[in-house]
Structures are given as structure tokens and as C-alpha cells.
């Protein structure tokens, strides 16, 4: 049974940074491709970021230069290391895979960003 297990986030004021992590079960993770999805209240699910099986990684415009993500396939775990967080940031955040037909997602971690 695929499980996706995000954790990490919290409330964090204007400039300062967070490190999500989304632990991974039920496949065999280093073979697949994981993303980071946001959703910000009234908006719809966005991508953030992807790292593929072989380590390449994707970012959004919105957080490109601002934001890493990284995997650790001893762990099952992908992060999304964000810095200098701005309030437009505020959503929450979901881990995701594709395998086959099917997709997954995490339950989601909330970032708030707010001073």
C-alpha cells in the first residue's frame, strides 16, 4: 500500500525558511519521479517542484531560485527546502507520485507565512 507521510511545516514569518519532508512507503521510491504540489485557499492545486528517479529537478517560476528539492532514497524521503518565504507562499502543501495509472498524494503539511 503506497503511503506519502509530509511533514515539516508550520508557521513562519516573511524572509524565513522551512524544510518540508514526505516519507515514502509501499514502492520502490528511488525508481520514481516525486513532486511537490501547493493548493492556496480558493486556488487550484499547483506543481512547486519535481526531482526525477535519476536525481534532475523542476521548478515552478513562482519558486525557482528560493527553493530546493532534494531526495534521500536510503530514507524513502523527499524534501522541498524553501527560503525566503513570502505570504504568497501560504498553502498546503502535497507530496505526490505517479505510479502507472495510478497517483498519489500525501495528507498535506499547512505553511503559513504571516508576520
Known amino acids: 500500500q503506497v503511503q506519502l507521510v509530509e511533514s515539516g511545516g508550520g508557521l513562519v514569518q516573511p524572509g524565513g525558511s522551512l524544510r518540508l519532508s514526505c516519507a515514502a512507503a509501499?514502492?520502490?521510491?528511488?525508481?520514481?519521479?516525486m513532486n511537490w504540489y501547493r493548493q492556496a485557499p480558493g486556488k487550484e492545486r499547483e506543481l512547486v517542484a519535481t526531482?526525477?528517479?535519476?536525481?534532475?529537478?523542476y521548478y515552478a517560476d513562482s519558486v525557482r531560485g528560493r527553493s530546493t528539492i532534494s531526495r534521500d532514497n536510503a530514507k524513502n524521503t523527499v524534501y522541498l527546502q524553501m527560503n525566503n518565504l513570502k505570504p504568497d507562499d501560504t498553502a498546503v502543501y502535497y507530496c505526490?507520485?505517479?505510479?502507472?495509472?495510478?497517483?498519489?498524494w500525501g495528507q498535506g503539511t499547512q505553511v503559513t507565512v504571516s508576520s
Open positions: 526531482i526525477t528517479s535519476t536525481g534532475s529537478t
Open positions: 509501499g514502492f520502490t521510491f528511488s525508481s520514481y519521479n
Open positions: 505526490h507520485c505517479r505510479l502507472g495509472l495510478g497517483r498519489y
